[in-house]
């Protein structure tokens, strides 16, 4: 773990309160995340395919069943392979989806139960607890073919401060998932690091 005088020596940012959960600037850079919990569907598919889709309004479902407020949707990534994930087809790529939640809420069964009533893929939301902790992020405008320089030049500040990846690869949506005019595509890309 990471002490906040480490963080200072390393040129991060503590990041701990929810606004700055949304927050990135277009340069790579150092911050520190603490604990969130929210909402979260495991699933493998292509990113806007069925599951990835029936996973989305599950999650969603719940949220407002709940009656929190609209947020971001999330991605943690991953493949089950040594190869880049661009060199993995899509449809073998693997999530979890996330929702954030207010820190107020503690129980979403009675929710989830409501939700899955009209959408059985809703029995699938967990109500889950994690920490990103130290992560490089930055903030990827335009479409999502072209994060890979986004990520080049993460990679490059790990390389500078001596740091690996220490945990899934996050995303944050800050434009509609499904946008497609570059100029309106916002995505934190996020990467916990050691």
Request: hydrophobic residues 40%.
């Amino acid at each position: 773990m990471t002490s906040e005088a480490d963080l200072g020596t390393r040129g991060a940012v503590p990041a701990h309160e929810a606004g700055r959960w949304y927050e990135a600037s277009d340069e790579p850079e150092m911050v520190e995340h603490g604990t969130v919990s929210g909402l979260a569907v495991t699933g493998r598919g292509e990113p806007g395919g069925a599951a990835y889709g029936e996973s989305v309004g599950a999650l969603y479902a719940v949220l407002g069943a709940l009656g929190a407020p609209m947020v971001p949707l999330e991605g943690r990534w991953w493949v089950e392979d040594e190869s880049s994930p661009f060199d993995v087809p899509r449809d073998q790529w693997r999530w979890h989806l996330f929702l954030r939640l207010p820190d107020d809420i503690v129980s979403v069964g009675r929710a989830r139960e409501e939700a899955r009533s009209g959408l059985p893929a809703a029995g699938r939301v967990q109500h889950v607890t994690y920490t990103d902790g130290l992560c490089v992020q930055m903030l990827h405008s335009g479409p999502y073919s072209d994060e890979p320089a986004s990520l080049a030049r993460m990679v490059a500040l790990m390389k500078a401060e001596g740091l690996v990846v220490n945990g899934l690869h996050h995303e944050i949506y800050l434009s509609d998932p499904s946008e497609t005019d570059p100029e309106k595509m916002r995505t934190i890309l996020r990467q916990p690091v050691r």
